[in-house]
């Protein structure tokens, strides 16, 4: 019963948007090529934090739904480029129609594994992961290629994440680009961003920019 009100909320919702949804014949996963990378990317990432630890059922289920959540946090393009309340597109909007959270926890990367819980264990895994990751993906967010290729400048008003170390999972630290400091040469390399915080400056090696939702 649970399970039928859950699918026709979301059908409701669906049409209320006018989203419509196609799917792929059965039997063949070839053609889901978006979602069978995901899975890769998934299965990767779970061995590299794994390792040759053991878990039971219940703390693999729960390694699995945060490492699931870290990747569905993730932002393609902008959804509003509002000053006041940037918002940013990503998977989790499709599952529950706003971006996915957790709670903030204690930083443990640097603490032995033999002082803590299976629980810590499992939080200082997903802390392992989502350093690695997110780094990773905002290089490739801001592949820019260097002095070879011209490349157009950042604009006033874009939307960027801003690369910062030690930040918690699912964080992704969103700002507006407010003014722009071009060299000599009229290349901008050093920009101001409007934060929920107040105003900061930051090299353009420190930014990536969001393209907008097509």
């Known amino acids: 019963m649970i399970e039928k009100d859950f699918h026709e909320a979301i059908h409701n919702y669906a049409c209320q948007q006018g989203i419509k949804f196609h799917f792929i014949p059965p039997c063949s ?113 801001q592949q820019r290629s260097k002095w070879r290729i011209s490349q157009s400048n950042v604009k006033i008003g874009d939307l960027v994440l801003i690369k910062e170390d030690n930040l918690p999972p699912l964080v992704w630290k969103k700002a507006i680009i407010s003014d722009l400091h071009p060299g000599k040469d009229g290349v901008t390399r050093v920009v101001s961003l409007k934060t929920s915080t107040g105003t900061i400056k930051r090299p353009i090696i420190k930014i990536c920019v969001l393209p907008p939702v097509e």
């Open 29 to 141: 996963p070839h053609m889901g090529g978006l979602w069978e990378a995901g899975v890769k990317t998934m299965k990767y990432h779970i061995r590299r934090v794994i390792g040759k630890a053991t878990f039971t059922f219940v703390e693999f289920s729960t390694l699995v739904c945060q490492v699931e959540a870290i990747l569905n946090s993730r932002p393609p393009c902008t959804l509003s480029t509002d000053p006041d309340h940037p918002q940013v597109l990503t998977p989790g909007h499709f599952l529950i129609g706003t971006s996915l959270l957790t709670f903030p926890g204690h930083y443990l990367k640097d603490v032995s594994s033999s002082r803590l819980s299976k629980w810590l264990c499992i939080q200082q895994m997903i802390q392992g992961l989502w350093s690695q990751w997110s780094q990773e993906y905002l290089h490739h967010l």
